[in-house]
């Protein structure tokens, strides 16, 4: 089945405590990407990456890092997460062409205390 | 830039009553429009994409969406309502010289019974 799949689906951490979020998807795409939902914000793009090992700013990078080194993952880093990083994160995926629509996790919420 | 709009923030409608989300847009170029449903906790689903061609497109769950190009419109439609249609709808756009997916704020649909 084709899919992308987010570890773990819920957390609760402190502030300055490093996390990682995973990210696999199955379906051999490109391109990659985070996202956060937070309430009257829509979702916003972190980071993206076009393929192995490029990556790229999104539009609220701030507090994040990624990383590319298989085709196939893309975690998200919080080196050290503070609360307003309390979010839900969305990892997707698409084939290179922009014709190509994304496919979605089914999301990371996440609590920083 | 790009961007998108959704201009409701909240869509009411009656069970079986035709029901219509709204999306404008602004792109450089041809752009490729998108739309997403997302049920409460639970990742973003595609519904249904314009590329080119027919301004009609069909998508899942007997939704379609109408382009139009003079108003840089977008709009998701349904002839008959079900109250599992109840959910946040967002629409995005994928430029023709990019990757980046930018996505509306969303507009949450109640079917009511």
């Known amino acids: 089945e084709a899919q992308v799949t987010q570890n773990p689906r819920y957390l609760i951490t402190v502030t300055g405590k490093k996390l990682t979020v995973t990210c696999s998807q199955n379906?051999?795409?490109?391109?990659m990407s985070w996202y956060r939902q937070d309430p009257g914000l829509g979702l916003r793009q972190i980071y993206y990456?076009?393929?192995?090992?490029?990556?790229d700013k999104g539009d609220v990078p701030e507090g994040y890092k990624v990383s590319r080194k298989e085709k196939r993952n893309f975690p998200l880093i919080l080196e050290s997460p503070s609360p307003n990083q309390t979010s839900l994160y969305f990892c997707?995926?698409?084939?290179?062409?922009?014709?190509?629509?994304?496919?979605f996790g089914e999301g990371s919420r996440l609590t920083v205390l | 830039a790009q961007s998108v709009a959704q201009p409701e923030d909240q869509v009411n409608v009656a069970e079986g009553n035709p029901l219509t989300v709204k999306c404008t847009y602004s792109v450089s170029g041809n752009p490729y429009l998108f739309w997403y449903v997302q049920y409460p906790n639970r990742g973003l689903q595609f519904l249904l994409k314009y590329i080119t061609g027919d301004n009609l497109v069909k998508g899942s769950y007997g939704f379609e969406a109408e382009f139009n190009k003079s108003q840089t419109s977008f709009h998701l439609k349904k002839p008959s309502a079900l109250v599992s249609d109840s959910a946040l709808y967002f629409c995005a756009v994928r430029p023709e010289w990019g990757q980046n997916f930018v996505f509306g704020p969303g507009t949450r649909l109640s079917v009511l019974p």
């Open positions: 379906m051999n795409h490109e391109y």
């Open positions: 990456s076009m393929n192995v090992e490029v990556t």
């Open positions: 997707a995926s698409s084939v290179a062409v922009n014709t190509g629509e994304l496919f």
